[in-house]
């Protein structure tokens, strides 16, 4: 990782770079990309490199099509899967209006903001990450099948899990790319796997969630497989979470405390913000009709509670010690848009502690198979995408914390999914032609 941009330049000319991608993010949270050859990077250093941003899917219109790509040299890294001889190396990058000021659009620009505000508080948010994903069988001419690539469960060891080899793959280029992997195994699905990262700064945590997808799909590829990062691509078995877990760092100290049954009031209170604002978020937390399909199964939360180690809560307290003690949200899949998302749930747990909100009892009971008396009058997420984005739209907080123009197209996108949906007569068959191949 290189800080500053002679860094960058000196780095490229010693380890023979020959091409520079310069990666961004649509406001989907799809990942896209420019090549340039090495020596226009000290031109893109400098004044950025221009792109057609009307071809982009919610970014600007034909009439005001151009926007500048402005590279972050601390995000450089070597694409491993490359030759080793001409090198190619990746930047993500800001985006900015021909004037220099900053495209509203661009997520790492608002996750920034949200960043930003928390230091005014005298407090850091640091984000951790679980992605997981499923590993399908290709056919002979490398496209994906229905197949996942073994029938092993939670934690299985080989010859069950077959996946050990590509999760080895990956962990080597990921470290190999900057980010460290914490842990990695097979999940509970059939084909199912997850690789954990350390947690860092939000935004970060959001370009590792970013480069991770990439990496997972790259080395599937290499090795014969597809990667689906669909929320529920099989409907009868576990669906792909991306579980976020926060926590609060003041003068480098964490604040949430180690206690099982103690934590200060400000974490307490940025939990409770978190829960009062989650269901008016969701629609960015869950993009996808597909992703209403996994909630409420599977360990996947269903209903707005909270308590210590309980996996059936949306949020839990997971079992730790010092820096590792952290709320865990449960209900993000990753299709989500990772820098929206990680702002979202960041203004919403500031503005918790701005206003000082009690954090309600935690819910001490198995929510999968409770009483229907249990039950009653206890909150839950949206059942649907649809019902997603009419308590978005009506959320003064979601318009108050993302651009308007942004939240306008993200949501026209959003309702025309619901309404391919709601007139296609096999929903199975509309979702994994829609979604399987391109989430």
């Not at 002679?6 to 520079?20: G, I, M, R």
């Not at 007569?425 to 399987?436: G, R, S």
Request: hydrophobic letters at 40%.
């Amino acid at each position: 990782m290189n800080d500053t941009a002679s860094e960058v330049l000196h780095f490229v000319e010693e380890n023979d770079v020959k091409f520079v991608r310069l990666a961004f993010t649509d406001i989907f949270g799809t990942m896209k990309n420019i090549s340039i050859m090495a020596d226009e990077l000290p031109r893109a250093l400098e004044d950025g490199i221009t792109f057609d941003a009307s071809a982009v899917p919610g970014f600007m219109n034909v009439e005001e099509s151009d926007l500048f790509l402005c590279p972050d040299p601390g995000t450089l890294a070597v694409l491993p899967w490359r030759p080793q001889q001409g090198r190619v190396v990746r930047l993500l990058c800001d985006i900015r209006h021909p004037d220099g000021s900053v495209f509203e659009g661009d997520g790492r620009s608002v996750l920034k903001k949200a960043q930003e505000k928390a230091a005014g508080l005298g407090l850091c948010c640091q984000i951790g990450a679980e992605c997981e994903f499923y590993l399908f069988e290709a056919d002979e001419d490398g496209r994906p099948t229905t197949k996942p690539m073994d029938r092993g469960g939670y934690l299985d060891v080989a010859p069950a899990d077959k996946g050990e080899n590509v999760r080895r793959e990956i962990c080597f280029t990921l470290e190999d790319m900057g980010i460290k992997p914490e842990s990695s195994r097979h999940e509970q699905g059939p084909g199912q796997n997850v690789i954990d990262f350390r947690y860092s700064d939000a935004l970060t945590a959001a370009d590792n969630v970013v480069t991770f997808k990439t990496v997972v799909r790259t080395v599937a590829a290499a090795n014969g497989l597809f990667a689906s990062f669909m929320p529920k691509p099989i409907w009868n078995m576990s669906g792909n979470g991306l579980h976020v877990n926060m926590s609060l760092f003041r003068n480098g100290q964490n604040i949430f405390k180690s206690s099982a049954q103690e934590h200060c009031q400000e974490a307490e209170s940025f939990i409770a913000g978190v829960l009062r604002r989650i269901r008016e978020i969701t629609a960015f937390l869950n993009p996808i009709t597909n992703s209403y399909a996994r909630l409420g199964k599977f360990e996947a939360p269903k209903y707005v509670t909270w308590s210590h180690q309980n996996r059936s809560q949306l949020i839990r307290i997971p079992a730790a010690k010092g820096d590792k003690v952290r709320m865990e949200l449960r209900s993000p899949d990753p299709v989500c848009n990772p820098y929206f998302a990680f702002a979202l749930l960041i203004h919403a747990g500031l503005e918790g502690i701005e206003q000082q909100l009690p954090l309600c009892p935690p819910a001490n009971v198995n929510l999968y198979s409770a009483p229907a008396q249990v039950l009653q009058g206890v909150e839950s997420l949206p059942a649907t995408l649809e019902e997603a984005v009419g308590l978005a739209q009506s959320s003064e907080f979601v318009k108050s914390t993302l651009p308007n123009k942004t939240i306008q197209k993200y949501w026209e996108r959003q309702l025309a999914l619901c309404d391919k949906y709601a007139r296609a007569v096999d929903k199975d068959a509309f979702e994994h032609a829609q979604y399987f191949n391109d989430v």
